[in-house]
């Protein structure tokens, strides 16, 4: 039977990231290890539940909060670029007892992209409503929201308000209880996202932003492992160009896309994603005994 988690930290180039590793299933011949990476703004509690079911199906999922998120150190302002968190998870990653899957949504999606491209890190990948070519609109929204409210909120209900209105589509908004994964209570009484703004420093500036989605396009040329897009049928972020274009860009890829979702996929239907997610891996070629 599937017990919780155990939290695990790394030391990376002196920074510690904070993880939860979910132990499979002793019932279950192992699977593998998925590593899970959150978008940004985010923490690794957003994978909470689909862990929890990769570990009962027989797999080891190791959930991350990326730098500068949950509890994860914050870096210096100039320590978010993509390089940055690709040494993460690359470090992160080899001290795995097998070749992972790598699995990232949004920021992480991309992340994981460039390290299976530079370090041919993982033996499958898959991307969660990304891809190299997107919406520069939908981003936009994203980073605007995140903008946003940095005086916080007087209680986790206006937060639930401010995210209800940011992703009207859900039909099963996130309760308070969840929201306190993500915010912290500071001193003067309110609410705060955990995250360092910081790093919305570096993702605002729009030479950087062209530069690093041309950087990922050019890695994508190098992926020749087993990769996924999992795209969300009311996505702002990626449309079926999107999907095209990453298809043509790595022919070891494939695509489904999740009715009724948006770029937040693993919130808006988790059940239905995760399922897919399982299937996926679970069609994965079996690694050898460990």
């Known amino acids: 039977m599937t017990t919780g988690p155990t939290t695990v930290h790394y030391q990376c180039e002196g920074i510690t990231l904070a993880g939860d590793h979910w132990t499979p299933d002793t019932s279950t011949h192992p ?22 079911r990769l570990a009962a199906d027989g ?13 994860s150190d914050w870096a210096c302002p100039d320590g978010y670029t993509l390089e940055h968190l690709v040494d993460d998870l690359t470090h992160i990653g080899r001290t795995c007892e097998d070749r992972p899957v790598l699995v990232g949504a949004s920021m992480g999606g991309l992340t994981a992209l460039v390290a299976q491209a530079h370090h041919d890190l993982g033996r499958a990948l898959v991307m969660v409503d990304i891809a190299p070519q997107m919406n520069t609109t939908g981003a936009e929204r994203i980073l605007r929201f995140m903008g946003q409210h940095r005086e916080g909120f007087a209680t986790l209900d206006d937060a639930a308000a ?81 999907v095209e274009h990453l298809l043509d860009r790595i022919p070891t890829a494939s695509s489904i896309t999740i009715a009724n979702t948006g770029h937040m996929i693993v919130g808006d239907d988790n059940d239905f994603f995760t399922t897919a997610l399982l299937d996926y891996l679970n069609d994965l070629p079996a690694i050898p005994d460990m």
């Open 162 to 242: 401010a995210l209800a209105d940011y992703n009207p589509h859900r039909t099963t908004p996130g309760s308070t209880r969840g929201l306190r994964k993500n915010l912290r209570k500071h001193r003067d009484g309110r609410w705060y996202w955990h995250w360092d703004p910081q790093l919305l420093q570096f993702m605002a500036d729009p030479a950087a932003f062209t530069a690093t989605l041309r950087q990922i396009d050019d890695a994508a040329h190098q992926i020749t492992a087993p990769t996924l897009l999992i795209r969300g049928e009311l996505s702002d972020v990626i449309d079926q160009g999107s």
């Open 59 to 71: 797999w080891s999922a190791l959930t991350l909060d990326a730098r500068g998120h949950g509890d």
């Open 31 to 52: 699977r593998g290890t998925a590593i899970l990476l959150h978008g940004v703004g985010q923490t690794r509690k957003s994978w909470q539940r689909t862990a929890a």
